[in-house]
């Protein structure tokens, strides 16, 4: 083993630590409980498969449904949560489309679920596959919070930020003015 190497893993200070999202840390004893360090993690519960009639509108619907789930994600990160995907992560390397592979990511997306803190529902639609993810939310008594489109989110915090800009903007004015 080389010099570069061995320093590599002298700085992993505990290697369990080193989790994929997914990982009950309440079953290693290592973990900490409480850990107010560690994000909340927030399912992402969004449509994937396209329900489109025709190929090019499947395409375009697949699209964006990867688009709305990809923006929910980078809105949660920035929000300093830990957004879990399934849908994201799993198709990656398992095909949608096969019947087999489907059931296996929707079962692994599943265990995802059971270490989620809260399920984020974005968007009107709900698909097959996110009706089971809800109902397991349900039964594990996960908060299920019901949210619109992501960049209808951005909008509305957009929204909100300038409303509040605006009115401290106003009280400034108001305060040089009488002063």
């Known amino acids: 083993m080389n010099n570069e190497h061995q320093a590599a893993q002298s700085d992993i200070k505990n290697?369990?630590?080193?989790?994929?999202?997914?990982?009950?840390?309440?079953?290693?004893?290592?973990?900490?409980?409480?850990?107010?360090?560690?994000?909340?993690?927030?399912?992402?519960?969004?449509?994937?498969?396209?329900?489109?009639?025709?190929?090019?509108?499947?395409?375009?619907?697949?699209?964006?449904?990867?688009?709305?789930?990809?923006?929910?994600?980078?809105?949660l990160t920035t929000l300093g949560f830990m957004p879990l995907a399934p849908h994201l992560y799993f198709t990656t390397f398992l095909k949608d489309e096969e019947k087999r592979e489907r059931e296996d990511g929707i079962r692994l997306g599943l265990q995802w679920l059971e270490e989620a803190d809260e399920v984020w529902v974005f968007g009107d639609t709900i698909s097959e596959g996110m009706a089971v993810e809800i109902a397991r939310a349900k039964e594990l008594a996960k908060p299920v919070r019901n949210l619109p489109e992501p960049s209808r989110m951005v909008e509305l915090l957009i929204k909100g930020i300038s409303a509040g800009y605006q009115g401290q903007r106003n009280a400034a004015e108001s305060e040089s003015n009488n002063g």
């Not at 994929?20 to 994937?48: E, L, R």
């Open 15 to 75: 290697p369990r630590e080193l989790k994929p999202p997914g990982t009950n840390a309440s079953h290693d004893t290592s973990a900490s409980s409480g850990n107010s360090t560690s994000p909340k993690k927030i399912f992402v519960c969004s449509p994937y498969r396209p329900l489109s009639e025709t190929e090019e509108s499947r395409k375009a619907e697949l699209e964006s449904n990867i688009h709305r789930a990809k923006t929910a994600c980078r809105i």
